[in-house]
């Protein structure tokens, strides 16, 4: 078993461990290369079928790209695809920093789905080597009645023994991909031919390396015109990922003051 | 310095071995400085990083500071302490590593355990100037719980002892002994400065004198996990699917491996059958043997109930179903686990309720010290005795690491966790040859014409309390009310059954171990089996509570030594005063009274009739006596 199948292994027990442990279920879709891999994992645990809804919640800020690759593959991996729009931005909490109260209109979107939809469980494609603070999450994270995170009082997990009980009206974030890191994705779309958005790809001198919405994401600087070209500049790149996320670099707090309101 | 360490490559990957682990120590020791240090000289901070936590040291008026690199949460950051547990990689010379940097603080310790659960191998860190703390032995403790077996330690901030080749031969001999005792033998035990970068990744003259390997050397030596492969077949089944008319039997392979065509045992029912495909997407069925950490999903030859909880198993080397397990476990939630508490055991995907049937053994790895075992407090680790409400398929943690640990739940959330030590430890195993063979009568029948179930009265306390005076007037009042009572006094089976025993500790255990057993099987077939027998070991009884289960009822005959010694009925405080009686309970304080039985009895100030009468109530509010025949005769 090499180190993809490992990886596949461990998300496919995680996910079929949601799957048996929660009543309701949905799998959160941002178009992203992450969640495309998490959705080809969940056809995988479960031969061809995905058990549960695939949920965007859409800003209407993407790009026209991604809105486009959700339509195509919403019908041929035969989603049960559902859209729900975000909140205006004034009813945002106007003492964040521009970007970050962008993303916060995120939270608000998301909230409103679960209570709209009663889910009880949110499968999310976020990784540990993205950012800091997700470096802190558990595979199965409570999240409060109001969608918080309490960072101070995690529940332990022992090996792969997880807390899947959330109180009434809470509901828990699962990350069956959090032990992946940005090449093993790469690595893992290419050996197994997931479909990608040409976004990534460099065009110009320029790619982007994490796809957000339009007025918050900025593409790197970059030759990389194919998957294998992106794994050679991995290989030796020390630009993080989401140097091009302007909400992580507005404070130092920011990103964990969104993730503790219930980002992802 | 930075070492060189060759870029990553996919053609490398396969070859280059990863590695998975977790630096622990007490709070202040140095861990999360010591991990930005490695990733520093080794190559792996991204770009700015650097520059970055120098704005955010010089922000707060500090020198620079490695930890906040880790650190991530504001307020790790404000109180300079890392609260949870964080994951991020860096590569050496010869593997790819996945660095845990677990939280150092008590408090924290339900976080420390979630790191150190994932890791292959451990580093443990010890401040040169404070030594040795009650969280460094903690931490060594829970790394032995939780199985890691390859730790390094590291003893940081030499510079603050002018790296004194003295006080580190101190430390390192003091750790060692303490893990050593564990049954850890430390890999290495490395004199660093994490701040000032001796020992990480070089020896420099400061530690000219040291000549074993460097921190980056050491985790290099680390192997991944120990080869599950060879293990014979675990396959823990998570669900059956049938989203078409395949019905899929979906899980992972613990350990061992499959294939089609294979004859597999379900535990804990016992079912056989043969596995028909291993299916797959895109492509199914697959060929080919599957190994251990695979998720697969299989179809069986035949239409048996399979369900999530079940562990499948090769023929011949199936797991033991068992409804009682002894476990070693952490115990993290505020409230103490208590013998007698009604909780939700997870072992692999069964979860069960379980009973906590006796505590045999509590200790605070801090100190090490063995406490009254009533109870186990948070953060202690104890040895419990479970009666599962439903079977499951197990295997001891030192035949099987996967299918050998479990994990109990209160209210929702993981509570404590740990290892199995035995399976079925009271009714030991009948070996291929032994086929016991069962009574003709049902359970039903005698319990009928006696009016009580079957069960092991067992008295302990001193010689000369009162247990066989009150034993034989219970058997008496029994047998006048129909039953079916059996007297086994512990003399009087030493004059026959047991004239082979002695009075050594292994002697007096073997001698408890037979009058339990022989005891089990008078109650299994419906006798009332009365034991009367000093058995002073608080262990002995608690194997005797194992053989005879849910029948043991424990009476402990509590008179004092003083009032025992001048009953004297058998002469025997006199003999052992004269010394004819060396190893006579008693006189010496060898005798261990329970802390959790049925009943107390204290005959000083009680008489036979009143004690019996106390016992007659207690069998029957816990289901022994029948009483509804009595009561339906006092209404006629």
Known sequence: MDHLDALEAQSIFILREAFARLKKLALLWSLGKDSNVMIWLARKAFFGRVPFPALHVDTGKKFPEMYAFRDTYAKEWDLDLRVDPCPPIDSVDPTLPPAARSAARKTEGLKLALAKYGFDGLIA??????????????????????????????????????????????????????????????????????????????????????????????????NAASIDEILLELETTKVPERAGRALDHETEDAFERLRVAGYL | MTIAVPPASLAADAVRPLVRIVIVGHVDHGKSTLVGRLLHETGSLPEGKLEMLKAVSARRGMPFEWSFLLDALQTERDQGITIDTTQIRFRTPSRDVVLIDAPGHAEFLRNMITGASQADGAVLIIDALEGVRD?????????????????????????RVEFSAARFGDISNEITAHLTSLGV???????????????????????????????????????????????????????IYKFDDRRIVAGRIESGHLRAGDD?????????????????????????????????????????????????????????????????????????????????????????????????KAVDPGDLASEAASEIKRNHVGEIDLSLSQPVAADPADSNPRTGRLV????????????????????????????????????????????????????????????????????????????????????????????????????????????????????????????????????????????????????????????????????????????????????????????ASELVLDTAGLSVSEAVGQVETMLAQTDVLIEDLADLAAHI
Request: glycine share 10%; proline share 7%; net charge positive.
């Open chain 2, 135 to 159: 969280q460094t032995r903690r931490h060594g403790y829970l790394l032995q719980l939780l199985g890691i077996k390859q730790v390094a330690v590291v003893v940081n901030k030499m510079d």
């Open chain 2, 264 to 360: 597999i045992v379900i535990m804990p029912a016992g079912k056989i059958a043969k596995i028909k495909t291993v299916e797959g997407w895109p492509v199914t069925p697959l060929a080919g043997s599957f190994g251990a950490g695979r998720s697969v999903g299989i179809t069986l030859d035949r239409e048996l109930f399979v369900e999530r909880g079940d562990v499948i198993g090769h023929a011949g080397t199936a797991p033991r179903d068992t409804r009682r397990l002894r476990a070693r476990i952490f115990w993290l939630h505020d409230q103490p686990l208590t013998a007698g508490a009604s909780v939700l055991v997870r072992l692999g995907t069964r979860e069960t309720r379980a009973n906590v049937v006796a505590i045999e």
């Open chain 1, 125 to 222: 494609g976020i990784r540990r080597d993205e950012e800091a603070t997700r470096a802190k999450e558990r595979v199965f994270s409570p999240r409060g009645t109001e969608g918080g995170w309490d960072v101070r009082d995690q529940p332990p997990e022992f090996w792969d023994q997880f807390n899947a009980s959330p109180p009434p009206g809470a509901h828990l974030r699962i990350h069956p991909i959090l032990h992946w890191t940005e090449a093993d994705i790469w690595a893992y779309t290419k050996r197994e031919g997931i479909p990608i958005i040409p976004l990534y790809l460099a065009q110009d001198g320029k790619r982007y390396r994490s796809l957000g919405d339009q007025d918050i994401t900025f593409p790197v600087d970059s």
């Open chain 2, 408 to 595: 109990i739940e209160i209210n929702g959330r993981i509570a404590g966790g740990g290892l199995v030590l035995s399976v079925d430890s009271g009714q030991r195993a009948a070996t291929a040859d032994i086929v016991p063979v069962e009574s003709a009568l049902l359970p039903g029948e005698r319990a009928a014409r006696y009016r009580h179930n079957g069960a092991v009265l067992w008295f302990t306390g001193l010689p000369g309390s009162g247990k066989t005076t009150i034993a034989r007037a219970l058997e008496r009042r029994l047998f006048d009310r129909g039953g079916s009572p059996i007297l086994l006094d512990g003399d009087t089976l030493r004059a026959g059954l047991n004239n082979d025993l002695g009075f050594s500790p292994a002697d007096r255990a073997e001698n408890i171990r037979r009058l339990a057993e022989l005891a089990a099987h008078l109650a299994a077939n419906g006798h009332v089996a009365i034991v009367a027998a000093v058995s002073p070991a608080l262990a002995d009884r608690a194997a005797a509570r194992r053989i005879a289960g849910d029948r043991f009822r424990e009476i402990y005959v509590a008179t004092s030594a003083d009032v025992c010694e001048q009953r004297d009925p058998k002469g025997h405080y006199a003999k052992a005063r004269a010394g004819g009686l060396p190893n006579f309970t008693g006189i010496g304080n060898d005798y261990q009274p329970p802390t």
């Open chain 2, 185 to 239: 033998t430390p890999t290495a035990v490395i004199p660093i400065s994490a701040r000032e970068g001796d020992g990480v990744a070089a020896r420099t003259d400061n530690i000219a004198w040291y000549d074993g390997p460097t921190v980056v050397e050491a985790i290099d030596k680390l192997t991944p996990a120990q080869p599950l492969d060879a293990l014979p077949l675990r396959l823990a089944v998570q669900a």
